[in-house]
């Protein structure tokens, strides 16, 4: 295994462990983009009565 290989097998488990990191936030992000849409779904329906 020269060199060359080692430094290309890092940086794919760098861009792994980036791209987990982003995948992680990015649910995180859809989970509290909807609960807003539900929350003011619940307060349109609220005001309506």
Do not use: G, I, P
């Amino acid at each position: 295994m020269s060199d060359n290989d080692e430094k290309e097998e890092t940086m794919l488990e760098e861009q792994q462990d980036l791209f987990r990191e982003l995948s992680r936030e990015q649910t995180e992000a859809e989970k509290a983009l909807e609960e807003d849409q539900e929350r003011s779904a619940k307060s349109q329906d609220e005001s309506d009565n």
